[in-house]
C-alpha cells in the first residue's frame, strides 16, 4: 500500500525558509515522477513543482519560481521542497503526490500547513 507522509510545516515569518520533506513507502519511489501541490485557505489546488525519476528535471509554477527548490533522496524514498523567501500567499496545506498515468497524481499525502505570517 502506497503511504506519503509530510512533515516539515509550520508559522514562519515572511521572507523566512522552511524545508518540506515526504517520506514515501509501499513503492518503488525511484520508478515515479513526483508533485508538490498546495491549497490555500478557501481556494482550489494549485501545482507547486514536479520532479522526474532521479531529480535530474524539476519544474515550477511561477508563483514559486526561484524561491522554492525540489528535490529528492530515492535512497531514503525522500521527496522535498526548500522553500525559501517566504510570502503570505504561500499559505497552504502543502501535499506530495505520485504521478501516476497521464501526468495525473494517483496518491496524496495527508498534507502540512505552511503559514506564513508576521
Known amino acids: 500500500q502506497v503511504q506519503l507522509v509530510e512533515s516539515g510545516g509550520g508559522l514562519v515569518q515572511p521572507g523566512g525558509s522552511l524545508r518540506l520533506s515526504c517520506a514515501a513507502s509501499g513503492v518503488t519511489f525511484s520508478d515515479y515522477w513526483m508533485y508538490w501541490v498546495r491549497q490555500a485557505p478557501g481556494k482550489g489546488l494549485e501545482w507547486v513543482s514536479a520532479i522526474n525519476y532521479d531529480g535530474g528535471d524539476t519544474y515550477y509554477a511561477d508563483s514559486v519560481k526561484g524561491r522554492f527548490t525540489i528535490s529528492r533522496d530515492n535512497a531514503k524514498n525522500t521527496l522535498y521542497v526548500q522553500m525559501n523567501s517566504l510570502r503570505i500567499e504561500d499559505t497552504a496545506v502543502y501535499y506530495c503526490?505520485?504521478?501516476?498515468?497521464?501526468?495525473?497524481?494517483?496518491?496524496w499525502g495527508q498534507g502540512t500547513q505552511v503559514t506564513v505570517s508576521s
Open positions: 503526490a505520485k504521478v501516476g498515468s497521464w501526468n495525473s497524481p494517483d496518491y
